[in-house]
């Protein structure tokens, strides 16, 4: 079998597709995710502690961290001092807030699908199943057929 053939064979597969528009889909609320975050949420928190910007929190230490001038951003530290360690924890920070959101969304989503299906199942299981009349006039036939023999 040709590789073209092999190819064409996949694709063309329900799985193979579902995971393309799984992957374009979960890309897109990810940035929808992620403007949440960071138009909405993080100002927010960012207010409480007092800090407009996490990703600018940072520690120096080593070689030329004394050079640093105090309140300095995360990029004029670098700039500053290039061979000081700078243990940039604020952008770790924000990583897993927003991880953190995305994880409780996504659970927030399923638990709702989840509570949809059953109730679909339940309206499903509690309507009677009520015979078609076709299905009733066979059965008297038969309650009929048993009498008589």
């Known amino acids: 079998m040709g590789f073209v053939k092999e190819f064409k ?3 063309i597969k329900g799985n193979a597709f579902d995971l393309a528009v799984g992957v374009i889909i979960g890309g897109a609320f990810g940035k929808i995710v992620t403007s949440v975050i960071d138009d909405l949420v993080m100002p927010i928190i ?4 007092g800090k407009p910007d996490f990703s600018s929190i ?3 230490m080593g070689k030329g961290a004394e050079l640093i001038p105090q309140g300095a951003s995360l990029a004029d530290a670098k700039k500053a001092a290039p ?3 700078i243990f940039a924890y604020g952008n770790f920070i924000t990583v ?11 659970f927030m989503m399923v638990k709702a699908i989840n509570r949809m299906k059953k109730k679909e ?3 499903a299981v509690a309507a009677p199943v009520v015979p078609t009349a076709e299905e009733t006039l066979l059965t008297e036939i038969r309650d009929l057929l048993k009498t008589k023999a």
């Open 9 to 11: 064979e996949f694709a």
């Open 58 to 60: 940072y520690f120096a």
């Open 96 to 106: 897993a807030i927003n991880f953190l959101l995305l994880a409780l969304i996504v």
């Open 121 to 123: 199942e339940a309206v």
């Open 83 to 85: 061979d000081a360690s």
């Open 46 to 49: 960012a207010a409480m502690v």
